[in-house]
């Protein structure tokens, strides 16, 4: 009884310290969001309205992220000055520069860029 409880223990510690599943499809594209009035209670909706709008019905992105800074230990090496974060993944490059011209990605754009002073893009592969 007492080998089927250690095996038991060690079975379950090892997939409690097992690697992170990385993220879906080989290019995620995170971009930054700095609002004009960050603290505008109505910008922030009509913001968050064009987005999950464009989360909604794009047809490139396989999976998407949309958040705020965390409330995590402020440090000299986190930036929690931005306003959203919005990342999403495509199977490939072709499909991020589809959605780059996409209707949704451009309404977007169109609806929403008035209310951002700032924006900053980070696209990225993965190591194989």
Do not use: C
Not at 6 to 19: E, G, K, N, P
Not at 85 to 91: E, N
């Amino acid at each position: 009884m007492k080998k089927i409880i250690l095996i038991l223990v060690i079975a379950m510690s090892s997939t409690a310290f097992s690697q992170a599943e990385p993220l879906e499809g080989p290019l995620v594209h995170t971009v930054l969001f700095w609002l004009d009035e960050p603290d505008n209670a109505s910008n922030r909706a009509d913001f968050e309205k064009a987005i999950k709008e464009l989360m909604a019905t794009n047809p490139q992105a396989i999976k998407s992220h949309l958040g705020r800074p965390a409330s995590t230990e402020q440090r000299d090496v986190v930036d929690n000055s931005y306003t959203y974060l919005y990342m999403m993944t495509f199977a490939n490059a072709k499909d991020e520069a589809a959605y780059q011209v996409d209707p949704t990605h451009l309404k977007f754009v169109e609806s929403a860029n008035h209310l951002w002073k700032k924006v900053v893009v980070y696209d990225s592969s993965a190591i194989d």
